[in-house]
């Protein structure tokens, strides 16, 4: 089976949020993990993809259509909602904004969470080994790997990569 949407769209990137945050202190640790793994995932996909859109070609120091300074985005394959491939450096890629919701989820305003059908084919087709990967990684059954060891893999990748 093809990657595919599994669960039903579900609009999340806009709603407000009503009130102040209530959390467990245990939930927040949570959070800031997972902000700090989010930020170090961010950075090598950046440094991996040499701060350019993927698709597009464009970088920090282009102009987009609109002539304005491009915006880089950390753009996800399975929806990031999924932790098991969330921090997988196969599952993201750097996209400028127009590309990444211009033509990653097509949808201007309602930000979907899975990619367009089309999209998912060009990203099957130009990552053909990242796409078989996140593949094996979907049906992966097995428990889910700690934040420490999630860091020391994208640690050790910012290593290599600055290298
Ligand atoms: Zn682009």
């Given at each position: 089976m093809p990657l595919s949407r599994k669960t039903p769209l579900r609009r999340t990137a806009f709603k407000r949020r009503r009130g102040p945050i209530k959390a467990s202190p245990k939930t927040l640790e949570k959070r800031i993990r997972e902000k700090m793994l989010d930020d170090l995932c961010r950075e090598v996909t950046f440094l991996r993809d040499r701060?350019?859109?993927?698709?597009?070609?464009?970088?920090?120091l282009d102009l987009n259509k609109f002539g304005k300074p491009t915006v880089l985005h950390w753009a996800h394959v399975i929806t990031r909602?999924?932790?098991?491939?969330?921090?997988?450096l196969e599952n993201v890629m750097t996209l400028c904004e127009g590309c990444h919701f211009?033509?990653?989820?097509?949808?201007k305003i309602r930000m979907q969470d899975w990619p367009d059908q089309k999209a998912m084919e060009w990203f099957e087709m130009k990552f053909t080994d990242r796409y078989a990967m996140l593949r094996l990684m979907q049906n992966d059954r097995s428990p889910l790997p700690d934040a420490t060891l999630v860091r020391m893999y994208l640690e050790h990748e910012r290593r290599r990569l600055a290298a």
């Open positions: 701060h350019t859109c993927v698709r597009c070609g464009r970088g920090l909602r999924i932790r098991r491939t969330r921090w997988r211009g033509f990653w989820h097509r949808a």
